[in-house]
């Protein structure tokens, strides 16, 4: 199995900054696409960003020019800088990775157990 584990999450104040990692680990044979998602109360998750192994990345509308996503491919780790928070961007970031576990096996997704983000004041 693959196993995300997310951290970095919490409450900040508006206009304020977090860093949300994403570690990937166990049975890997190579890592795809990783990105982050979020869902907040009583709305469906929604995809925020998203990078290719080789870096090309993907945003959502709302959180161009404020958030940004990058990887580290040796530690199989993705990151996801969140600047100028809003309340609208409240919610649990969940980290997403399509993995192959090993040589011959098609591409799966895999999920994290997801972190909360509060912007409040």
């Known amino acids: 199995q693959v196993q995300l584990v997310e951290s970095g999450g919490g409450l900040v104040q508006p206009g304020g900054s977090l860093r949300l990692s994403c570690a990937a680990s166990?049975?890997?044979?190579?890592?795809?696409?990783m990105g982050w998602y979020r869902q907040a109360p009583g709305n469906q998750r929604e995809s925020v960003a998203a990078?290719?192994?080789?870096?090309?990345?993907n945003y959502a509308d709302s959180v161009k020019g404020r958030f940004t996503i990058s990887r580290d491919n040796a530690k199989n780790t993705v990151y996801l800088q969140m600047n100028m928070l809003k309340p609208e961007d409240t919610g649990v970031y969940f980290c997403?990775?399509?993995?192959?576990?090993?040589?011959?096996?098609?591409?799966?997704?895999?999920w994290g157990q997801g972190t909360q983000v509060t912007v409040s004041s």
């Open positions: 997403n990775a399509n993995a192959v576990r090993f040589y011959g096996e098609g591409l799966s997704a895999y």
């Open positions: 166990g049975s890997i044979f190579s890592l795809n696409v």
């Open positions: 990078i290719t192994r080789g870096g090309f990345t």
